[in-house]
Nanobody
Framework: VQLQASGGGLVQAGASLKLSCAAS????????MAWFRQAPGKEREFVAA?????YYADSVKGRFTISRDNAKNTLLLQMNSLKPEDTAVYYC??????????????????WGQGTQVTVSS
């Protein structure tokens, strides 16, 4: 599967952004999907995942919402109440399982190219 992330930008603190990840292939609905992010000088970190359920990092819980549209082969991330510490490159990722380990970057075989999100204070 090939992934293409989009929707990033420069916003002020408190604003909202919606990221999209377009996926190729006819088996999109069978993939476990996730968003990760990486800030300068930091390791890539888990943001949110979706399988039968949705999972969030504590830092974004209540502000971000992950969803998917299987008919359109699209993964979404609605980000509200953005904070400067949300500034990072955001990556969508896919794996061919819905098993445990959704928060580990190493469990995902497919990655999008990343989209920059910058939140100014």
């Amino acid at each position: 599967v090939q992934l293409q992330a989009s929707g990033g930008g420069l916003v002020q603190a408190g604003a909202s952004l919606k990221l999209s990840c377009a996926a190729s292939g006819r088996t999109f609905s069978s993939y476990g999907m996730a968003w990760f992010r990486q800030a300068p000088g930091k390791e890539r970190e888990f943001v949110a995942a979706i399988t039968y359920a949705t999972y969030y990092a504590d830092s974004v819980k209540g502000r971000f919402t992950i969803s998917r549209d299987n008919a359109k082969n699209t993964l979404l991330l609605q980000m509200n109440s953005l904070k400067p510490e949300d500034t990072a490159v955001y990556y969508c990722a896919a794996r061919g399982t819905w098993s445990s380990g959704y928060g580990a970057a190493s469990s995902y075989a497919y990655w999008g190219q990343g989209t920059q999100v910058t939140v100014s204070s």
